[in-house]
């Protein structure tokens, strides 16, 4: 079973920078999952902010994100990665990791699928004020 373990979030104001960090456990050798990054505002469905290949070569970002975030992912150390700069209050939620086993093709599309992401950490909360 896999387990996913968010940390890195907090508050800060609006301009300023987070690292969320994810810890894995539980692969299985011969598999590869595709894995990303998630949120999910007050009242609002969660959407997809990011997503990596199960290779960790191709990224896959929300409008919301691209220029402002990125993902990647240290293999030695189980561990996903999402640097967050130029924050915004609009980007204040709940932020998920999220896997799901590799089984070919482009892992993109888990970007609007998020239901198709099998495993989910219990989140961490970025809170960015004005």
């Known amino acids: 079973q896999v387990q996913l373990v968010e940390s890195g979030g907090g508050s800060v104001q609006a301009g300023g920078s987070l690292r969320l960090s994810c810890v894995a456990s539980?692969?299985?050798?011969?598999?590869?999952?595709?894995m990303g990054w998630f949120r999910q505002a007050s009242g609002q469905e969660r959407e997809g902010v990011a997503i990596?290949?199960?290779?960790?070569?191709?990224?896959y970002y929300a409008d919301s994100a691209k220029g402002r975030f990125t993902i990647s992912q240290d293999n030695a150390k189980n561990t996903l990665y999402l640097q967050m700069n130029s924050l915004k209050p609009e980007d204040t939620a709940m932020y998920y990791c999220?896997?799901?086993?590799?089984?070919?093709?482009?892992?993109?599309?888990?970007?609007?699928?998020?239901?198709?992401?099998?495993?989910w950490g219990k989140g961490t909360l970025v809170t960015i004020s004005s």
């Open positions: 999220a896997a799901v086993k590799w089984l070919g093709g482009s892992c993109r599309g888990y970007l609007e699928d998020t239901d198709g992401m099998h495993y």
């Open positions: 539980g692969y299985t050798g011969s598999s590869s999952y595709c």
């Open positions: 990596i290949s199960a290779a960790g070569e191709i990224t």
